[in-house]
């Protein structure tokens, strides 16, 4: 290392080009990165959806689900498997262990599920979990004039979208679909005993285009093809069928028109609109997405106009600003620092040198690893920013005295390579020592050890390039601007003398500071046990996500009728309300599915709305209006969760039981309980509840006797209750799907059981030979590791997460001995508080291993076992400030918290360390006794201690102190970090002297006893 001080400066032109090219790459680096809101984890997660077309929940769980649970119980490593039978379709989620190769998952998943032996209808569809799957915007397109938006959007904007570098889907809703209705005279078809089946038999064989062998023409193969099409409407009315009864055209039993209709109502404050939903590539930056389809769209202002109701970009934007305003004002704060110091301009420039050198080196060590500028990356640039500039202050401060105290004499670049040779071990062991500290992440597993991993890697390399600034880009610096210093012997020694009297106090009395010190330590510890604990912060949105779900037989139109009442509700609410994105059948992004029976909602509240009352009073009109229409209906208003790993701030309690009566009375129960207490909201129950069907049970020996076979009374039935679908057909210059259906349908139980069926022996009723009742099933079957189960779910209010998941699950356990819960369902309760004890105590274990690897470096560094012992005494008084700076801020203990716990590990040990090693020095160097070369060392220390920790925490205040939305990971952090750091540099500055002066007692008699008799 000294060595590098040398060299850079025999050649300080070489190392300002380096630095500047270091600049320029940083800043080209920055530049280019990826911007989005959180780390690009692909979560160990797979997402299995078999669909399974017209089959019910139940026939789904026992023909799909059940034997594909079976095969997938054969996956090494999976954690959980969970799944929902809905009707036509099965959902799966497995969950893997974070050190899990998801791609092998995947093709193994697959191959396994190939070997399931599904019905031969079925499709099945695997993909991994990712934050890229989540929409990045939410748009409503509306018209202006007299342009067809379904039109423009499908012929001209939807290409251009998709050429979008980075964007990987655009799914629409609230589009018309051109169909060609077939609707057929039921009574008539019925005479002429012409069926659906038959019609659309008929339409298919008008469509032929067949070889039909060749021709020879003179030695010459010609082949011969025979076609037949359709190619009107008019030619379609024409088609006659042949019955016993003679002919008939279709024109004369059914009527043919092309029609319009919507497969889902989409809105925008109560106006209809077409929505596009956009989500990017896993790897793509966020921001240029967002931006390209702003661009696009604007490309079309003359024709249409837009709407944004759910945007990411826009939070993406305002967290990264949010996050480079504060590390900038961090930056100035801690540059006035430093001026307090120094109380010179040009030292306080070389000082601060290090902050923009050592980031945008971060920035060029992020583009080369892919990793993307997001909260955590940033946050990590920003709680970094008063830390990198410690080590060129301790050297920039050591060569302002040594050329103040000079005679002006000395060769100038040989002080300046003393004086950074001087505090260079100390500066390398305690850039070292805060470095090393970050690699027990690795042993916190799951979400928190991957979301944190990009944040530590960012510090590590802005820390590793401050030491190189320090004794490279430092020296050249002040050999070059204190050429005219002039020597100044009367330095202000008013601080120092009162410290001096303080620590010769101090030294005197050990056991009265070391008892203090331990009182001080076990109250904190004692205070600690008052803190809230929870996962992360709760950070307060302005976004409500609504959803109503009616009964799973409610038509698509009816839906949309008890919609308009909520969003009339909505809109009238304009103190409060913003905005309104509404959904009505459309598709779940998450899921795929899309569910007549269902309406979602963006609600954007104003600035001034308080998200958690406006809840409450939604939650009860909307009851009102749901509930009118029946009483089984769903209604789940939650604000929307802001990015980052899970909040895990939620009780699930998850209830066990093949008797799906029982298992239905104690979710119901459970539910019921959680709702009353006071400190959950959100409360969900992912029970369904049964819907009414009707259930057609054929007896096979009359079905024998009749010649009738189940199939066809399946296709009979089917085509009376459903349209039949011909597929899409070319006719009149226009390309539209084509659907058949009657003009009226069995309207009952008793209508259905006397429908005809035409079996060998003539038409039969079909209660000749089948019963028809009505039954109620459920209309998802939710498993568990396949087992059948139902959970109930809340999130817990502010941020006593781990008190309040405690009390909770009591509580449930208390329904059993009361009855509430019947005896054969079985409930495990588990909390968000779990996971977080679980984080807590992997974190407290990386700081065990960290305080170990920072004393096997120290170990390294000086080469004796007391000193680091000496150094680390300093670590006791960290928790005294941390948690009082949690205290005074109103701040839980989190995982972020716990991040700034290990972060003072390393930071802390930074003080000890320069002044440890100037004792050294005095001692080994310059032959001072043990209780001289501690006073003088503390003298000497003082001010680039107090210069290091004041720019440290100077540059966190802003962090501490926002407001801003986007800080949630770094505010407790900085808290932390400013309150330990400053409990631990004050009193650090008296406790390790004491403790120094203990481990060398020994030394301190021998020195005592040699001095007597030279004094007498």
């Given at each position: 290392m000294k060595s590098a001080t040398k060299f850079s400066l025999k050649n300080p032109v070489a190392i300002i080009i380096l630095s500047f090219l270091f600049v320029l790459g940083g800043l080209y680096s920055f530049s280019s990165l990826k911007v989005d809101l959180l780390p690009d984890i692909t979560f160990p997660q797979l997402s299995v959806q078999v669909v399974y077309p017209g089959a019910s929940p139940q026939d789904v769980n026992e023909q799909v689900t059940t034997p594909v649970e079976e095969q997938l119980k054969g996956l090494q490593n999976v954690d959980t498997i969970t799944s929902t039978s809905y009707e036509s379709i099965a959902i799966f989620n497995l969950q893997f262990p974070f050190d899990t190769n998801m791609d092998e998952m995947e093709e193994e998943a697959r191959r396994l599920i190939e070997n399931a032996n599904l019905p031969e209808s079925t499709a099945v569809t695997i993909n991994q979990f990712s934050f890229g799957a989540f929409p990045i915007y939410n748009i409503s397109l509306f018209p202006k004039g007299d342009t067809d938006v379904n039109v423009l959007y499908e012929s001209e904007i939807l290409p251009k979208l998709k050429k979008i570098n980075g964007l990987n889907n655009v799914t629409v809703g609230g589009t018309k679909e051109e169909l060609l209705q077939i609707t057929v005279d039921r009574k008539k078809a019925t005479q002429y005993g012409i069926s659906l089946t038959k019609i659309k038999e008929a339409i298919n064989g008008m469509f032929l285009s067949f070889p039909a062998g060749s021709l020879e023409d003179n030695a010459v193969q010609v082949p011969v093809r025979v076609e037949q099409k359709i190619e009107t409407i008019e030619q379609l009315k024409e088609m006659t069928f042949t019955t016993a009864r003679g002919s008939i055209a279709l024109s004369e039993i059914a009527t043919v028109s092309p029609v319009t209709e919507k497969v889902a109502y989409t809105r925008y404050n109560m106006q209809d609109t077409v929505q596009i939903v956009v989500t990017k590539k896993q790897d793509a930056n966020t921001v240029e997405v967002s931006d390209s389809v702003i661009e696009i769209l604007e490309s079309y202002s003359s024709e249409l106009d837009y709407s944004i109701g759910f945007d990411q970009a826009t939070g993406i934007k305002k967290s990264v600003n949010t996050l480079i305003k504060e590390g900038l004002f961090g930056a100035l704060f801690a540059s006035l620092a430093v001026l307090l110091f120094l109380r010179n301009f040009r030292a306080t420039f070389i000082a601060i040198l290090s902050i923009p050198l050592s980031l945008l080196a971060s920035s060029i060590f992020l583009a080369q690893l892919g990793i993307t500028l997001n909260i955590m990356t940033l946050g990590g640039m920003a709680v970094a920013v008063g830390r990198v500039v410690d080590d060129s202050i301790v050297v920039i401060e050591n060569i302002f005295r040594r050329?103040?105290?000079?005679?002006?004499?000395?060769?100038?670049?040989?002080?300046?390579?003393?004086?950074?040779?001087?505090?260079?071990?100390?500066?390398?062991?305690?850039?070292?020592?805060?470095?090393?500290?970050?690699?027990?992440?690795?042993?916190?597993?799951?979400?928190?050890?991957?979301?944190?991993?990009?944040?530590?890697?960012?510090?590590?390399?802005?820390?590793?390039?401050?030491?190189?600034?320090?004794?490279?880009?430092?020296?050249?610096?002040?050999?070059?601007?204190?050429?005219?210093?002039?020597?100044?012997?009367?330095?202000?020694?008013?601080?120092?003398?009162?410290?001096?009297?303080?620590?010769?106090?101090?030294?005197?009395?050990?056991?009265?500071?070391?008892?203090?010190?331990?009182?001080?330590?076990?109250?904190?510890?004692?205070?600690?046990?008052?803190?809230?604990?929870?996962?992360?912060?709760?950070?307060?949105?302005?976004?409500?996500?609504?959803?109503?779900?009616?009964?799973?037989?409610?038509?698509?139109?009816?839906?949309?009728?008890?919609?308009?009442?909520?969003?009339?509700?909505?809109?009238?609410?304009?103190?409060?309300?913003?905005?309104?994105?509404?959904?009505?059948?459309?598709?779940?992004?998450?899921?795929?599915?899309?569910?007549?029976?269902?309406?979602?909602?963006?609600?954007?509240?104003?600035?001034?709305?308080?998200?958690?009352?406006?809840?409450?009073?939604?939650?009860?009109?909307?009851?009102?209006?749901?509930?009118?229409?029946?009483?089984?209906?769903?209604?789940?208003?939650?604000?929307?969760?802001?990015?980052?790993?899970?909040?895990?701030?939620?009780?699930?309690?998850?209830l066990y039981s093949t008797d799906l009566d029982a298992l239905q009375e104690a979710a119901t129960a459970v539910e019921a309980?959680?709702?009353?207490?006071?400190?959950?909201?959100?409360?969900?129950?992912?029970?369904?509840?049964?819907?009414?069907?009707?259930?057609?049970?054929?007896?096979?020996?009359?079905?024998?006797?009749?010649?009738?076979?189940?199939?066809?009374?399946?296709?009979?039935?089917?085509?009376?209750?459903?349209?039949?679908?011909?597929?899409?057909?070319?006719?009149?210059g226009t390309e539209r799907y084509v659907r058949i259906a009657y003009d009226q349908g069995p309207s009952s139980a008793t209508e259905l059981e006397n429908m005809t069926i035409f079996s060998s022996n003539g038409p039969i009723a079909l209660k000749d030979f089948a019963s028809v009742k009505e039954v109620e099933n459920v209309s998802a079957i939710q498993k568990l590791d396949g087992k059948i189960f139902a959970r109930v779910s809340a999130q817990v209010y502010g941020n006593s997460l781990v008190a309040v998941s405690s009390e909770v699950v009591d509580g449930v356990k208390a329904l059993v001995g009361e009855g509430k819960i019947p005896a054969n369902v079985s409930l495990e309760a588990g909390s968000g508080g779990d996971e977080t004890m679980k984080t807590f105590a992997d974190l407290g274990l990386a700081m065990i291993v960290a305080i170990g690897l920072v004393y096997l470096t120290m170990l390294i560094t000086f080469g004796q076992a007391r000193i680091p012992f000496i150094i680390l005494s300093s670590l006791i008084f960290v928790p005294i400030g941390a948690i009082l700076g949690l205290l005074a801020v109103d701040e839980p203990l989190s995982v972020s918290a716990m991040i700034g716990v290990l972060m003072l590990i390393g930071i802390v040990t930074t003080n000890a360390i320069v002044l440890v090693d100037r004792i050294g020095q005095n001692r080994y160097e310059k032959g001072m006794k043990v209780r001289e070369a501690v006073i003088e060392a503390g003298q000497t220390r003082l001010r680039?201690?107090?210069?290091?920790?004041?720019?440290?925490?100077?540059?966190?205040?802003?962090?501490?102190?926002?407001?801003?939305?986007?800080?949630?990971?770094?505010?407790?952090?900085?808290?932390?970090v400013i309150g330990g750091l400053t409990t631990s540099t004050l009193l650090t500055l008296i406790i390790v002297p004491v403790l120094y002066e203990l481990f060398y007692r020994k030394q301190i008699k021998r020195e005592l006893e040699l001095s007597s008799p030279e004094q007498s």
């Amino acid at each position: 290392m000294k060595s590098a001080t040398k060299f850079s400066l025999k050649n300080p032109v070489a190392i300002i080009i380096l630095s500047f090219l270091f600049v320029l790459g940083g800043l080209y680096s920055f530049s280019s990165l990826k911007v989005d809101l959180l780390p690009d984890i692909t979560f160990p997660q797979l997402s299995v959806q078999v669909v399974y077309p017209g089959a019910s929940p139940q026939d789904v769980n026992e023909q799909v689900t059940t034997p594909v649970e079976e095969q997938l119980k054969g996956l090494q490593n999976v954690d959980t498997i969970t799944s929902t039978s809905y009707e036509s379709i099965a959902i799966f989620n497995l969950q893997f262990p974070f050190d899990t190769n998801m791609d092998e998952m995947e093709e193994e998943a697959r191959r396994l599920i190939e070997n399931a032996n599904l019905p031969e209808s079925t499709a099945v569809t695997i993909n991994q979990f990712s934050f890229g799957a989540f929409p990045i915007y939410n748009i409503s397109l509306f018209p202006k004039g007299d342009t067809d938006v379904n039109v423009l959007y499908e012929s001209e904007i939807l290409p251009k979208l998709k050429k979008i570098n980075g964007l990987n889907n655009v799914t629409v809703g609230g589009t018309k679909e051109e169909l060609l209705q077939i609707t057929v005279d039921r009574k008539k078809a019925t005479q002429y005993g012409i069926s659906l089946t038959k019609i659309k038999e008929a339409i298919n064989g008008m469509f032929l285009s067949f070889p039909a062998g060749s021709l020879e023409d003179n030695a010459v193969q010609v082949p011969v093809r025979v076609e037949q099409k359709i190619e009107t409407i008019e030619q379609l009315k024409e088609m006659t069928f042949t019955t016993a009864r003679g002919s008939i055209a279709l024109s004369e039993i059914a009527t043919v028109s092309p029609v319009t209709e919507k497969v889902a109502y989409t809105r925008y404050n109560m106006q209809d609109t077409v929505q596009i939903v956009v989500t990017k590539k896993q790897d793509a930056n966020t921001v240029e997405v967002s931006d390209s389809v702003i661009e696009i769209l604007e490309s079309y202002s003359s024709e249409l106009d837009y709407s944004i109701g759910f945007d990411q970009a826009t939070g993406i934007k305002k967290s990264v600003n949010t996050l480079i305003k504060e590390g900038l004002f961090g930056a100035l704060f801690a540059s006035l620092a430093v001026l307090l110091f120094l109380r010179n301009f040009r030292a306080t420039f070389i000082a601060i040198l290090s902050i923009p050198l050592s980031l945008l080196a971060s920035s060029i060590f992020l583009a080369q690893l892919g990793i993307t500028l997001n909260i955590m990356t940033l946050g990590g640039m920003a709680v970094a920013v008063g830390r990198v500039v410690d080590d060129s202050i301790v050297v920039i401060e050591n060569i302002f005295r040594r050329i103040r105290k000079s005679t002006g004499e000395e060769d100038r670049i040989e002080l300046i390579v003393d004086s950074t040779k001087e505090i260079l071990k100390a500066i390398t062991s305690s850039t070292l020592t805060t470095i090393v500290v970050f690699l027990p992440l690795g042993l916190v597993g799951g979400i928190t050890g991957e979301f944190f991993m990009p944040f530590a890697l960012t510090i590590i390399v802005a820390l590793f390039m401050s030491l190189l600034v320090s004794i490279t880009l430092v020296p050249i610096l002040a050999n070059s601007s204190f050429k005219t210093v002039v020597p100044d012997e009367s330095e202000n020694k008013k601080l120092q003398n009162i410290y001096t009297s303080i620590m010769k106090k101090a030294l005197n009395m050990k056991a009265l500071v070391i008892t203090i010190s331990l009182v001080l330590l076990a109250g904190s510890i004692g205070i600690a046990t008052t803190l809230d604990a929870t996962f992360l912060p709760n950070e307060k949105q302005k976004t409500i996500v609504a959803k109503i779900e009616l009964p799973a037989a409610t038509s698509l139109e009816k839906t949309n009728e008890i919609s308009l009442k909520i969003e009339t509700l909505l809109a009238n609410r304009e103190d409060t309300i913003q905005d309104v994105t509404t959904g009505v059948g459309s598709r779940d992004y998450s899921t795929g599915i899309s569910r007549k029976n269902v309406a979602s909602y963006f609600i954007n509240l104003t600035d001034s709305a308080d998200i958690d009352k406006e809840i409450k009073v939604l939650e009860e009109e909307f009851q009102k209006i749901i509930f009118a229409f029946d009483k089984n209906s769903v209604i789940s208003l939650t604000e929307l969760q802001s990015g980052g790993p899970p909040s895990s701030n939620n009780v699930d309690i998850d209830l066990y039981s093949t008797d799906l009566d029982a298992l239905q009375e104690a979710a119901t129960a459970v539910e019921a309980y959680m709702n009353e207490h006071e400190s959950l909201k959100y409360v969900t129950n992912n029970m369904q509840d049964k819907q009414k069907q009707v259930l057609v049970e054929i007896d096979p020996k009359k079905a024998s006797a009749y010649g009738v076979s189940g199939y066809m009374v399946l296709g009979m039935i089917a085509e009376q209750t459903k349209p039949v679908s011909v597929g899409d057909l070319t006719l009149s210059g226009t390309e539209r799907y084509v659907r058949i259906a009657y003009d009226q349908g069995p309207s009952s139980a008793t209508e259905l059981e006397n429908m005809t069926i035409f079996s060998s022996n003539g038409p039969i009723a079909l209660k000749d030979f089948a019963s028809v009742k009505e039954v109620e099933n459920v209309s998802a079957i939710q498993k568990l590791d396949g087992k059948i189960f139902a959970r109930v779910s809340a999130q817990v209010y502010g941020n006593s997460l781990v008190a309040v998941s405690s009390e909770v699950v009591d509580g449930v356990k208390a329904l059993v001995g009361e009855g509430k819960i019947p005896a054969n369902v079985s409930l495990e309760a588990g909390s968000g508080g779990d996971e977080t004890m679980k984080t807590f105590a992997d974190l407290g274990l990386a700081m065990i291993v960290a305080i170990g690897l920072v004393y096997l470096t120290m170990l390294i560094t000086f080469g004796q076992a007391r000193i680091p012992f000496i150094i680390l005494s300093s670590l006791i008084f960290v928790p005294i400030g941390a948690i009082l700076g949690l205290l005074a801020v109103d701040e839980p203990l989190s995982v972020s918290a716990m991040i700034g716990v290990l972060m003072l590990i390393g930071i802390v040990t930074t003080n000890a360390i320069v002044l440890v090693d100037r004792i050294g020095q005095n001692r080994y160097e310059k032959g001072m006794k043990v209780r001289e070369a501690v006073i003088e060392a503390g003298q000497t220390r003082l001010r680039p201690i107090l210069m290091t920790a004041l720019a440290t925490i100077a540059a966190l205040l802003p962090l501490a102190f926002t407001t801003s939305e986007g800080t949630l990971i770094s505010k407790g952090l900085a808290v932390v970090v400013i309150g330990g750091l400053t409990t631990s540099t004050l009193l650090t500055l008296i406790i390790v002297p004491v403790l120094y002066e203990l481990f060398y007692r020994k030394q301190i008699k021998r020195e005592l006893e040699l001095s007597s008799p030279e004094q007498s």
